[in-house]
């Protein structure tokens, strides 16, 4: 399992938020510009993100970008799921992948790599943006 680039910048952009605060917006050139991302690309996630209801976006003169929801309300795993989909470190720990065998189930391999797939998910679900962006704040000072 190997998390894209377009899925860290999604995080790097959605750690940008909610360091901007509750309710605060920012134009998608200025986070190109900060987060070092080609702006089609930064415009590209952050359309992804406003579908998948982690940032709201506005339009107009005061428009721009925030948070779609509290920073504490939004993981790790919800960032990769909206960018890359669900988090499989194998093909078969996919309910809808078919096996060559007759029962995935009985497969050792499978119940491991199973087990092992729903401990990540876990502990993605563990760390939100709001934990992330005051670590951040820590290291800066």
């Given at each position: 399992m190997?998390i894209t680039?377009?899925?860290?910048y999604?995080?790097?952009?959605?750690?940008?938020?909610?360091?901007?605060g509750?309710g605060?917006r920012i134009?998608a050139?200025?986070?190109?510009e900060l987060?070092?991302?080609?702006?089609?690309?930064?415009?590209k996630?952050?359309?992804?993100?406003?579908?998948?209801?982690?940032?709201t976006?506005?339009k107009g003169?005061?428009?721009g970008y925030?948070?779609g929801?509290?920073?504490?309300a939004?993981?790790?795993?919800?960032?990769?799921w909206v960018i890359?989909?669900p988090v499989?470190?194998?093909?078969?720990?996919n309910?809808?992948?078919i096996?060559g065998r007759?029962k995935?189930?009985?497969?050792?391999v499978?119940?491991q790599l199973k087990?092992?797939n729903?401990?990540?998910?876990?502990?993605?679900?563990?760390i939100?943006f709001a934990d992330?962006?005051e670590l951040?704040?820590?290291?800066e000072?």
């Amino acid at each position: 399992m190997k998390i894209t680039q377009e899925c860290d910048y999604a995080i790097r952009i959605v750690l940008m938020l909610a360091k901007l605060g509750s309710g605060k917006r920012i134009d998608a050139g200025s986070i190109a510009e900060l987060q070092h991302i080609p702006q089609r690309f930064t415009v590209k996630i952050l359309r992804k993100l406003v579908q998948g209801s982690l940032v709201t976006s506005f339009k107009g003169a005061r428009g721009g970008y925030q948070l779609g929801r509290e920073a504490e309300a939004i993981t790790l795993k919800d960032v990769m799921w909206v960018i890359d989909g669900p988090v499989e470190i194998n093909k078969c720990v996919n309910e809808e992948y078919i096996c060559g065998r007759k029962k995935k189930q009985d497969c050792p391999v499978h119940c491991q790599l199973k087990r092992i797939n729903e401990m990540i998910g876990r502990e993605l679900e563990k760390i939100n943006f709001a934990d992330l962006a005051e670590l951040e704040k820590d290291t800066e000072k």
